[in-house]
């Protein structure tokens, strides 16, 4: 939603959702609602062909090696739109938007080639039309998890990946189908002696999201212990507005098949984040203890997140995406969130 807010007003945006209760919230939002389901191959169907643009923010399934979501999606995707006789093929539809797969984000630009009068019938794109299409593109949000723990390394995005939990292990999937969507449709095209325009792809490892909403709060109501200073580990954050900024960035300004960590790139230990949100909320800061201590005291889901170190290095996504952040670190939105603390 937060990332629905910012394009408002700027695109026609089109929402696929799997609840039908969610029509009127989504429309209340500026979106036309669509009934589909990521895990239902044959209701993404309609997207052939159809989105220009594409921001893929759901999340892969809770069991498995692999993304089956994005396998499902990045099928329909790949291919070429209808085949109408050799070197040509039928244009998407005429719209500008976004489709929301869940969380997922189709954008569409407008590809008719030429003007259209009312009531003109549809053209069709040429050979030439299309070798000057622009590239398709796609961003994909995955996660930071796919390092690992890299023992509080500095770590750019040219680190290899070597994901720990199965979690990881999903994105690592996703990640590998989505980049190779642009050599996948580049063969596809001369396998259909066509010039299909190629597909952009920028995945963006995002760490830890927090915003207003998004705080451990229950979690220091409850006094769950933080790691002593010695044992303590490098956790890295994105202010969820913030990382709306960085979806968007991306789909402008992403490079062919490039990854871009979406981190404010802060360097602040986890026991200092529970400390910072303690003091500014007014709670108790949580008592620090042992390695051991806390692994029995937590789950085995927040126990893998306290168990891996690294610190992002953001010098793409500043660079390259050219993205301002409104929240640079932690303690700047907690200050703008609690002005009197």
């Not at 927090?210 to 303590?232: M, N, S, T, V």
Request: with cysteine; proline share 9%.
């Amino acid at each position: 939603m937060h990332v629905l807010a910012q394009l408002a007003g700027r695109l026609r945006v089109f929402a696929l959702t799997s609840h039908p209760e969610r029509a009127d919230d989504l429309r209340r939002a500026g979106v036309v609602p669509l009934v589909g389901d990521l895990d239902q191959p044959r209701s993404l169907a309609r997207l052939r062909g159809l989105a220009a643009w594409t921001m893929m923010l759901a999340p892969p399934p809770a069991h498995g090696p692999e993304d089956t979501r994005s396998a499902r999606l990045a099928a329909v995707l790949r291919r070429p739109a209808v085949r109408l006789r050799a070197g040509m093929t039928r244009s998407p539809q005429p719209c500008s938007g976004q489709r929301h797969l869940q969380h997922a984000l189709i954008v569409a630009k407008p590809a008719w080639t030429g003007a259209r009068r009312p009531g003109a019938p549809r053209q069709w794109a040429s050979q030439q039309h299309l070798q000057a299409r622009p590239a398709q593109r796609l961003v994909y949000a995955s996660t930071s998890g796919v390092y690992g723990n890299v023992g509080g390394a500095r770590i750019d995005e040219t680190r290899p990946t070597h994901p720990q939990t199965d979690r990881a292990r999903r994105r690592v999937s996703a990640e590998t189908q989505w980049r190779a969507l642009g050599p996948d449709r580049a063969r596809m095209a001369r396998g259909f002696q066509t010039d299909m325009a190629p597909w952009r792809s920028t995945i963006l490892r995002i760490p830890g999201i927090y915003g207003p909403e998004r705080l451990p709060l229950e979690r220091l109501q409850k006094g769950l212990p933080r790691l002593h200073p010695a044992e303590d580990v490098y956790t890295n954050h994105i202010e969820i507005h913030d990382l709306a900024r960085c979806v968007i960035a991306a789909l402008w300004r992403g490079k062919p098949q490039r990854v871009v960590h979406a981190a404010d790139g802060q360097e602040l230990s986890m026991g200092d984040y529970f400390d910072a949100v303690a003091d500014a909320s007014g709670m108790t800061r949580p008592p620090r203890q042992s390695a051991d201590e806390v692994r029995a005291a937590v789950s085995p889901a927040m126990w893998s997140f306290m168990n891996e170190s690294r610190r992002l290095i953001n010098g793409r996504l500043v660079k390259e995406l050219r993205v301002k952040l409104a929240h640079p670190t932690v303690e700047s939105a907690l200050k703008d969130w609690y002005p009197g603390a």
